[in-house]
């Protein structure tokens, strides 16, 4: 028995291409409870395993097994980085996303100081708010005046001068 015999044993043809099927199957089925999307690669391979085993090359089981290794762990690994989905809008499930440019009242604050940030209270849909102006105008803003609202970031409102 010689190097070459020791690579080509194992099932081929029909055979080899019902074993890689029912593996992906069983991978793309275990895929779908758990929904990590990492198994979906595997299946992928074990599926393109079996296609190339209906060929009729020489594919021993070695080289199958090595040829679903690596197609395994290249599209792993090289997926994510090809497949991201670009998004233009903040993330969907933000709930303070829909607060960015409606209007707030102020409650107190945004008096004018030297050198630091206007900070005051507002509130936007009856919940009250710290805030922050992002002007540098030293007019004075009254209680009961609207702001603008920015943005939300660490708990804060940022908002401006309607």
């Known amino acids: 028995m010689d190097l070459s015999s020791v690579f080509q044993m194992g099932p081929f043809g029909i055979n080899a291409f019902w074993i890689w099927f029912i593996f992906g199957l069983l991978l793309l089925g275990v895929e779908i409870f758990i929904g990590t999307q ?72 945004f008096e004018p100081v030297v050198g630091g940030e206007r900070t005051g209270r507002v509130v936007f849909d009856g919940v009250e708010w710290p805030a922050v102006l992002n002007e540098v105008s030293e007019a004075h803003l009254a209680v009961n005046d609207r702001v603008l609202i920015e943005r939300v970031h660490e708990g804060r409102i940022f908002v401006k001068r309607v």
């Open 38 to 109: 990492w198994l979906l690669w595997s299946a992928a391979a074990a599926g393109v395993v079996a296609v190339v085993c209906l060929t009729g090359l020489p594919f021993g089981l070695f080289f199958q097994a090595l040829t679903f290794a690596i197609l395994s762990v290249v599209m792993g690994v090289l997926t994510p980085k090809f497949l991201k989905v670009a998004s233009h809008s903040p993330d969907v499930n933000d709930p303070h996303r829909r607060m960015v440019g409606k209007q707030a009242e102020i409650l107190s604050g």
